[in-house]
Each structure stands twice: as C-alpha cells, then as structure tokens.
Nanobody
Framework: DVQLVESGGGSVQAGGSLRLSCAAS?????????MGWFRRAPGKERELVST???????SYADSVKGRFTISQDNGKNTLFLQMNSLKTEDTAVYFC?????????????WGQGTQVTVS
C-alpha cells in the first residue's frame, strides 16, 4: 500500500524558511502521474500549494509563486517543498499527496500532514 510520510514542519518567524520532505513507499511506477503539496489553514478548506507531474511539469498556487520550490529526488520517491520568505498566512497543516492515473490524474493518497506555523 502507498505510504506518505511528511517531515520538516515547525515554527518559524515571518521571513524565514523551512524545507518539507515527503517519503513515499509502495507507490507503483506504472500508474503514478504526479505528486504534490496541499495545505489546510485553520478554518479554511484544503488548497493546492504545488504539484509536479511525472513528466516534470510544475505548478504553484499564485500565493506561493516565487517563494516556494517543489522538487523530487532522482528516484522520485521523496518529494520536497522549499519554503522561503514565509508569511503568517502560510501557517497551515501541509499534506503530501500522490496521484495515480484513473483515466485522469487523481490524488488518491495522502500523508498525515505536518504543521507549519509562521509568526
């Protein structure tokens, strides 16, 4: 079964940086089509932060463009999110997600989340 384990969250002052990691296991190569980071701020719906497709196409939410960078290791089993120039509004639980092809690319697998607090 697919397991995603996030790490790297914590508390930081505004303007600081954090790097999140997500270790994926059991994620078959045959159907994977992408991985991504999502977040849920207190009292808000979960939102997309950044995604990277299996082909390397990257997307970012407008709110994090120019500040966050998504990347993967060469084996594509570890996903990273480098977060710079953090703002208080970036405070949220950040989730790693993995997508498989089911006729379209669907995020079916989720980590438990890691808390990021910016003060």
């Amino acid at each position: 079964d697919v397991q995603l384990v996030e790490s790297g969250g914590g508390s930081v002052q505004a303007g600081g940086s954090l790097r999140l990691s997500c270790a994926a296991s059991g994620y078959t190569l045959l159907r994977r089509c992408g991985m991504g980071w999502f977040r849920r701020a207190p009292g808000k719906e979960r939102e997309l932060v950044s995604t990277i497709s299996s082909g390397g196409t990257i997307s970012y939410a407008d709110s994090v463009k120019g500040r966050f960078t998504i990347s993967q290791d060469n084996g594509k089993n570890t996903l990273f999110l480098q977060m710079n120039s953090l703002k208080t509004e970036d405070t949220a639980v950040y989730f790693c997600a993995a997508a498989i092809w089911v006729g379209y690319c669907q995020y079916n697998y989720w980590g438990q989340g890691t808390q990021v607090t910016v003060s």
